[in-house]
């Protein structure tokens, strides 16, 4: 009679890991990471070691303060993914101190304190982006007009020394520039005409967008996200601003415009599709995307900051729990939903 | 016909070597047979049988606690060596009362009359003869076969649609004794007195459709429907979903919608009990999984180990890290291969090091929602799981969790590796504990309310005979009205207070007075009862009992 050690079911191995979850969409930023360097210089890439390095850091002691065995979550890139999507939202001659607050706004408050991978209410990235924003709204939104080199970077970065000239800088994304000049009471014929629009600015915003894209469609592709709630951004965006473009585009930016800020597609397929914070019923995650634009849209018509998707999430990311409540779908054998369980 | 689809479900493939249907081979019998007296539901059989008893192959050695008492075949002929307790395929290691059967070799068998006319014999006769013959559903729930034919329905599904990779039992099956599963299918829908009958198997069993589709002149009513592979599309429920496009309600059997489900092996064996009047004594096991020198699919006589059938397959190999009874996601890893095959075991999986699942630690739900695509049933797993962890069983049924097939598709989606199953498991048994208490108090309740009901009415009762009897009194009193001061005296020795303080009689106030009396003679009795107490007990109803002070 020969034993064998038991175990529960089901006996085979598991299709996907968390940590491959993470991998996989570490390797569908890239796209996006190399355009921003190659648009923005090497800043970016400073970044995105001081804040890995700030996320690890930070995850590390937030996980030893809390007592757990630090090893299996330190591997599970999260914290980088956190960290990659922060780097991503500031601008990149941010100094060094932005970005070590901004990780640990996101890891020790938002999501250590609410009980570390899996229990955050709001997604880290977002809310390590949104504290710098509001506490450091010009520093943290100054994108150099072309690429800049290591020194320069690196002074800036470290040293808090703006380049010789503030006037590679340019204030903000097109779209914020474009916001700034309407509620001057511009028309939007002359603004095109205006000198950001005319540099080549334009179309590397649009580089970025198309490898925000890139990178979301290999998510989709791997199954690692949903369509929902990207699709529910996307379609949002564009049926919700189609029809103020259609009746008075002298005022209101296009669809596209829109979408060709980079923050949107970023959100889009990489923040609205956090799991942990996001709605898990595939109409609720609809609901959730379709919310994120709706708010996006509001912020940057009537909003003060340069752009609002880093607010739309985390509003979304409130509403979550209650969507999914509202959105479960019908049990099998049941007559009718069931959406009011006691809890 | 058009199908429908599940929700959620899982696209396994197939690991190679996997299922490798070759030719059903004979599992040598062996020397020695166990068979549990217990049912797959965990109820006792009944055994019929002593040790050192002989018996033949198809005599009941035991029978089951349904109408028709489905019996227990001996799976050949010899004598009952011993009842003792051996390990069953239970996730706790439980052991039951196992019949050990010394085989004789002789394989001396005792038929049942076989019953060629059975399209004119009665339902009644023909589930008779299913529980006679010993015959439960060998899908793997093992419920009674005759039992599950009682309440006539309008479809009959015969179900072949293998549900877990590995399984190939019943592929071979169709494949190789078609004859028997289409016969068996009529028989079936004879019995259920269904129209409609159906055979479903999968998209990929091409041969076994052959097979199927060439016997099908025996039953040409059965229509033959290739189902897409999706695990858990062979479950009960999900198979009606997909040929009706109904779903079974909350709580409820098949029946409930006038359909009844029956796996292609129980088909046949149905079959071999009414043409050929053969008892259940064998059934189609899958071996599998590269734990095993030689995977295949046997024909394995009941009662037979695990470690014989691994034996006619060869032994295990260097690398087999767990063995399985049933499939690979529903399966049930075992403790060691001495455990006995019985009726429901379907197949047999040793798993090879890197064919398990590692025993990583758990990880953290992270929410990705995996587990509530994968669901057939449409629950969130997710929120089961938090309401779970929290202790919250009331939530939890709220959000389906007595729905949950624990077919194992969130468990093995999940990234962090939580062992979902076993949480709803164990959740939806504290659910069924809390039900039986709650049930235990609402008996208890209603036992305290009916007993003071009870007694309310006996207070009642009482009242009306006291009233009634004063009356009584009161009407005789009248009569003898002047005699009553003398009669009061007299009566009260042990109550001079009440004697001196009672009004003048008049009409009105005779009431009064008599209950003064009866107090009075109270006292009187519980007096005479503390002086002597071994006196015989003094009748204390007043209307049973007149004093006998009034007594002339």
């Known amino acids: 009679m020969k034993t064998f050690a038991t175990g529960g079911a089901p006996h085979l191995p598991a299709p996907v890991r968390v940590r491959r979850v993470m991998a996989e969409v570490l390797l569908a930023l890239l796209p996006g990471i190399a355009v921003h360097a190659w648009i923005f210089g090497i800043g970016v890439l400073i970044q995105l070691v001081l804040a890995i390095a700030f996320a690890l850091t930070v995850e590390a002691a937030a996980l030893r303060l809390r007592g757990v065995d630090a090893a299996p979550f330190l591997g599970d890139f999260s914290a980088v993914v956190t960290a990659v999507l922060f780097v991503l939202c500031i601008g990149p001659l941010s100094p060094w101190w932005i970005s070590a607050l901004g990780m640990l706004a996101a890891l020790a408050l938002a999501k250590h304190a609410y009980g570390g991978l899996g229990c955050n209410l709001f997604n880290p990235a977002m809310v390590g982006y949104a504290v710098v924003l509001l506490a450091f709204p010009r520093l943290v939104s100054q994108w150099p007009a072309a690429t800049t080199d290591l020194p320069t970077a690196a002074q800036a970065i470290f040293a808090g020394a703006a380049p010789e000239s503030w006037d590679t800088l340019s204030s903000a994304t097109p779209l914020d520039a474009l916001r700034q000049l309407t509620t001057q009471g511009r028309r939007l014929g002359e603004i095109h005409n205006a000198a950001l629009f005319q540099h080549s600015q334009a179309a590397a915003w649009t580089a970025i967008v198309t490898a925000y894209l890139l990178g979301g469609l290999y998510l989709l592709w791997r199954r690692i996200v949903g369509w929902q709630a990207p699709v529910g951004v996307i379609a949002g965006c564009v049926l919700l601003a189609l029809p103020f473009w259609l009746f008075d585009a002298e005022t209101h930016p296009s669809p596209l415009q829109h979408l060709g800020n980079g923050g949107l597609l970023l959100a889009a397929w990489f923040v609205a599709t956090d799991p942990v914070s996001g709605c898990t019923s595939p109409r609720g995650r609809l609901v959730f995307g379709i919310g994120v634009a709706a708010l996006t849209l509001a912020i940057r018509r009537w909003g003060y900051y340069p752009d609002g998707v880093a607010f739309a999430v985390l509003l979304m990311n409130a509403a979550a729990p209650l969507i999914d409540r509202v959105t479960r779908p019908r049990i099998y054998g049941h007559a009718t939903r069931v959406n009011d369980a006691h809890d | ?552």
């Open chain 2, 1 to 552: 016909m058009s199908l429908h689809r599940i929700s959620g479900g899982l696209v396994l493939a197939a690991p190679p070597r996997a299922s490798a249907v070759g030719a059903i081979r004979v599992c040598p019998l062996p020397s020695r047979l166990y068979l549990p007296l217990i049912e797959s539901n965990g109820r006792a059989l009944h055994c019929r049988v002593v040790p050192g008893q002989r018996v033949r192959r198809g005599e009941a050695l035991a029978h089951a606690a349904d109408a028709l008492a489905t019996v227990l075949p001996a799976p050949t002929s010899g004598h009952i060596v011993a009842i003792e307790d051996r390990t069953i395929a239970h996730a706790s290691g439980l052991t039951a009362p196992t019949l050990v059967l010394d085989a004789d070799g002789d394989d001396e068998t005792t038929a049942l009359p076989p019953l060629p006319g059975w399209a004119d014999e009665t339902p009644q006769t023909l589930r008779r003869r299913l529980a006679d013959a010993g015959i439960v559903g060998l899908g793997g729930a093992g419920y009674e076969t005759a039992e599950k034919l009682v309440r006539p329905v309008d479809t009959l599904i015969v179900n072949g649609a293998e549900c877990e990779p590995y399984i190939g039992c019943d592929e071979a099956l169709m494949r190789e004794r078609a004859a028997d599963v289409v016969a068996g299918a009529a028989v079936l829908a004879h019995i259920a007195g269904a129209a409609n009958v159906m055979i479903a198997l999968e998209d990929r069993m091409h041969e076994a459709a052959a097979a199927i589709r060439a016997q099908q002149h025996r039953f040409p009513a059965l229509r033959v429907v290739l189902v897409p592979t999706v695990y858990p599309q062979g479950g009960e429920r999900q198979l009606i979903e997909v040929l009706c496009g109904r779903e079974v309600p909350s709580g409820d059997w098949p029946v409930a919608i006038g359909v009844v489900v029956q796996n292609v092996a129980t088909a046949a064996a149905a079959w071999r009990a009414v043409a050929h009047g053969e008892a259940l004594t064998t059934r189609i096991v899958s071996l599998a999984g590269r734990g095993v020198v030689a995977t295949g699919v046997f024909d394995v006589r009941l009662g037979t180990t695990i470690e014989a059938l691994v034996a006619a397959g060869g032994g295990y190999t260097a690398d087999a890290a767990r063995l399985v009874l049933g499939g690979p996601l529903m399966g049930l890893a075992l403790p060691h291969d001495g455990i006995a095959l019985t009726r429901t075991s379907n197949a047999v999986l040793v798993l090879a090091g890197d064919e398990v699942r590692p025993s990583a630690p758990e990880l953290p739900c992270i929410r990705c929602g995996d587990c509530a695509d994968a669901c057939p049933v449409r629950l969130q797993p997710q929120e089961l799981l938090r309401l779970l962890r929290n202790g919250d069983e009331a939530g939890t049924g709220a959000l389906g969790l007595a729905d949950c097939i624990e077919c194992g598709c969130c468990a093995y989606v999940c990234p962090s590796q939580i062992p979902l199953v076993d949480w709803y498991r164990s959740g939806k048994s504290a659910l069924a504990t809390a039900a039986a208490a709650r049930r235990r108090a609402d008996h208890a309740r209603e036992r305290f309310l009916a007993r003071n009901r009870r007694l309310a009415r006996e207070q009642a009762d009482k009242v009306a005979r006291v009233a009634a009897r004063r009356e009584r009194l009161a009407q005789e009193q009248a009569i003898v009205a002047p005699t009553r001061n003398e009669f009061a005296e007299t009566e009260a020795s042990g109550a001079a207070v009440t004697v001196a303080e009672a009004p003048e009689t008049t009409a009105p106030t005779m009431d009064k007075s008599a209950v003064l009396a009866a107090i009075a003679r109270g006292k009187a009795r519980r007096a005479e009862r503390g002086k002597a107490p071994s006196q015989e007990s003094i009748p204390v109803d007043p209307a049973d009992a007149p004093p006998r002070e009034d007594a002339p």
